[in-house]
């Protein structure tokens, strides 16, 4: 297992970046930062004070723009002649994703400061990057420490928290498909890592109210929960736990139906409304809940006509088809797959 060394949560925990690495490893003394043209903007200031304050004097900033392999290896050539001891990503989903990737191709160390809650990647090895030829996360890098400020965090679109609610709620049916790979095909199933991941989605449904009442509460306790739920996938060593036939779905959106189709959170729950009724459960309690955060319940809530979610439902098993889903079970036709959709009101 390969687990984060040291994770830290609160208010204004970003002024202490520079004193976090060491605590780390001492022997830290160049720093890579990646991260967006926007976020480097909002937090150089601070981070480079920190990195004074905890005498860290050789550091160097690098901004990246679309999270795709041509990125990645852009970055690892530029970072590499700079030879750090180790990657920070700070920033979205993109900038952890693309400082995840080229800690891994250069084989350095990797520290997750993630600057909004929305998707669980921020503690994870797991990565989705443009450009692949494989339509679905990859297993790159473990982050040794996560930095996750709230009050930093808060300041992101609200948008993008709603997404990480959507990412947490497809742990429901990602771990029912773990089990059915279990008792049908015989795979591997660790309890734990599914326990934890189901308990990551179990919060945002059981306290779905008191987390919208509550913003600075709600983004907490939203980013813990997208924390465990990566950690959940560093003890299974795959991505089991947390990515199941609801991920395949939105994946197979991204694919059908292009860039303009939702985040990825977003795409996830509709994926896990249609899921859980094939798997047998409470999918109107999900609704219910992503309606509650404000997260799209229907296709053409995120630009998908009525073919492009067929479509989709219809491709999602043969994007990855040794991870056995309830799809593999089912085999979704064109016509099948318009009644489920219609079925639970996604289209």
Not at 18 to 37: M, P, T
Not at 304 to 333: G, W, Y
Request: charged share 20%; aromatic share 6%; with cysteine.
């Amino acid at each position: 297992m390969e687990l984060p060394r040291r994770i830290l949560i609160g208010s204004t925990v970003i002024v202490g970046l520079g004193n976090f690495i060491q605590q780390l490893d001492h022997n830290f003394s160049r720093v890579a930062i990646i991260s967006g043209e926007i976020v480097k903007e909002r937090t150089q200031a601070i981070s480079q004070q920190s990195m004074k304050d905890a005498d860290l004097s050789e550091y160097k900033w690098f901004v990246a723009a679309e999270a795709t392999i041509n990125e990645a290896e852009r970055l690892a050539r530029a970072i590499k002649r700079y030879s750090p001891d180790v990657i920070v990503g700070q920033g979205g989903g993109r900038s952890v994703d693309l400082a995840k990737m080229t800690a891994y191709s250069l084989g350095k160390s990797f520290i997750s400061v993630p600057t909004s809650a929305s998707h669980d990647g921020i503690s994870s090895p797991f990565v989705s990057m443009k450009g692949s030829d494989k339509p679905y996360s990859i297993k790159a890098k473990t982050p040794i420490g996560v930095l996750a400020d709230v009050e930093l965090m808060s300041k992101a679109p609200h948008r993008l928290m709603i997404s990480g609610c959507g990412d947490l709620v497809g742990k429901i049916t990602a771990v029912k498909d773990w089990e059915l790979a279990r008792d049908e095909v015989h795979e591997y199933y660790g309890t734990y890592a599914a326990n934890l991941a189901y308990l990551s989605a179990k919060i945002i449904l059981n306290e779905g109210q008191n987390l919208v009442n509550d913003n600075l509460y709600g983004l907490r306790t939203v980013v813990e929960a997208l924390i465990s739920a990566g950690v959940a996938s560093c003890i299974a060593g795959s991505s089991r736990p947390c990515s199941g036939s609801e991920h395949l779905f939105s994946h197979a959106v991204e694919y059908v139906a292009g860039k303009n189709s939702g985040l990825h959170g977003e795409r996830v729950g509709i994926g896990t409304i249609i899921m859980a009724k094939l798997h047998g459960l409470d999918w109107e309690r999900i609704v219910e809940t992503l309606a509650l955060f404000g997260a799209p319940t229907r296709g053409k809530q995120i630009n998908l006509t009525e073919n492009e979610v067929v479509q989709s439902l219809v491709l999602a098993s043969s994007l990855r088809p040794e991870r056995f889903t309830i799809l593999n079970r089912e085999k979704l036709d064109k016509n099948k797959a318009a009644i489920l959709a219609k079925s639970v009101k996604v289209i």
